[in-house]
């Protein structure tokens, strides 16, 4: 089975604070994916990224940067959080054909909550 | 732009019943659509994924179709337990992007 880890489930951080989410995937997936969930909003893809040290911007960059050193891992950085980035953050892999051919698979979330 | 509309938006059913939920999208060039349970405050399953190709995809109580005419897809489950209580969500993927588009999801309340 595919999986999925993401490195902290849930974080409370203070405005003005740093917060480096971690996703890792065990199935040699090309393509990586950053979301955030809210009430009302739905998914809204962050960043993407299609290959080691390559990403591609989503819907809602603003405020977020990624790293992506190594195929298995995809990080999501917040430079200085905001109580407007309180959110659940989903990372997803899925396997390259086409970047848009594959299924994609979730990880358990993490919910950040900025003070 | 892509709209991905689930109605309804919560549904409770008595267990052992058949159910359907719905998903319908605005742009004809589909690719693929792909069908995921989520739990209170867990990430997405995924359950079904539907190639533009195809008409339908089965795993187990669950069967989901893709109707590319009407723009809809429905997602079939049959008797329904208390365990497949959960919030549904739908995401299409248009011909040539990467990007999927998810619907708000239909919350599924299974009474016993």
């Known amino acids: 089975d595919v999986k999925v880890t993401q490195s902290s489930r849930y974080l409370v951080k203070r405005t003005g604070e740093k917060v480096f989410l971690e996703c890792v995937q065990d199935?040699?997936?090309?393509?990586m994916f950053w979301y955030r969930q809210d009430p009302g909003l739905g998914l809204r893809l962050i960043y993407f990224s299609y290959d080691v040290k390559m990403k591609e911007k989503g819907d809602i960059p603003e405020g977020y940067s990624v790293s992506r050193e190594k195929k298995e891992r995809f990080s999501l950085i917040l430079e200085s959080t905001s109580t407007n980035q309180t959110s659940m953050y989903l990372c997803?892999?899925?396997?390259?054909?086409?970047?848009?051919?594959?299924?994609?698979?979730f990880g358990e979330g993490s919910r950040l909550t900025v003070l | 732009k892509q709209e991905v509309t689930q109605i309804p938006a919560a549904l409770s059913v008595p267990e052992g019943e058949n159910l359907v939920l719905n998903c319908s999208f605005t742009?004809?060039?589909?690719?693929?659509l792909q069908w995921f349970r989520q739990d209170p405050g867990k990430g997405l399953t995924s359950l079904l994924l539907?190639?533009?190709?195809?008409r339908e995809q089965t795993s187990g109580r669950l069967n989901a179709s893709l109707d590319k005419s009407s723009g809809r897809s429905t997602l079939y489950i049959a008797a329904s337990q208390p365990g497949d209580s959960a919030t549904y969500l739908c995401a299409f993927r248009g011909a040539g992007s990467y990007q999927l588009t998810f619907g708000k999801g239909t919350k599924l309340s299974v009474i016993p």
């Open positions: 199935m040699d997936h090309e393509n």
């Open positions: 742009d004809s060039a589909i690719y693929n």
């Open positions: 539907i190639q533009s190709s195809q």
């Open positions: 997803a892999s899925s396997r390259q054909g086409a970047i848009w051919a594959g299924e994609l698979f």
